[in-house]
């Protein structure tokens, strides 16, 4: 089973598809599948996301939304901006096609059991 996660994008200037950088811009919302430990922290591959230009506004500043999909029994890292200028980091993983925020004690711990 997966789960939805939906962001918006801030100062989106219509680009097809998320990437970490944008017209020069880094992008403040990203997800990365956690694949294991590496050195002092996560190895993590990045996921692709789809955008959603339904509720754009004209000039593509706010309303643009993408879309990720995670699998059950996989860990992610998210970097979510929430506003203009502030953004919000946390774990989390897809069970029964819910998105379940995880202490980043128990990333570890479920990294460590498998």
């Known amino acids: 089973m997966s789960a939805l996660l939906q962001m918006e994008l801030f100062?989106?200037?219509y680009s097809s598809s998320p990437k970490i950088r944008v017209?020069?811009?880094e992008l403040k919302t990203w997800v990365a599948e956690i694949?294991?430990?590496s050195g002092g922290g996560f190895?993590?591959?990045m996921l692709k996301g789809f955008c959603d230009f339904t509720?754009?506004?004209s000039v593509g500043s706010r309303?643009?939304?993408v879309n990720y999909i995670l699998?059950?029994?996989k860990l992610y890292e998210v970097e979510q901006q929430t506003g203009w200028?502030?953004?919000r980091h946390y774990f989390c993983k897809a069970e029964k096609g819910e998105v379940v925020e995880i202490e980043p004690k128990e990333a570890i711990q479920c990294l460590s059991e498998a």
């Open 11 to 13: 100062q989106n200037r």
């Open 23 to 25: 017209a020069g811009q």
């Open 35 to 37: 694949t294991g430990i």
């Open 43 to 45: 190895a993590k591959k």
């Open 55 to 57: 509720n754009a506004n």
């Open 63 to 65: 309303g643009i939304t």
């Open 71 to 73: 699998q059950d029994g």
């Open 85 to 87: 200028s502030r953004c």
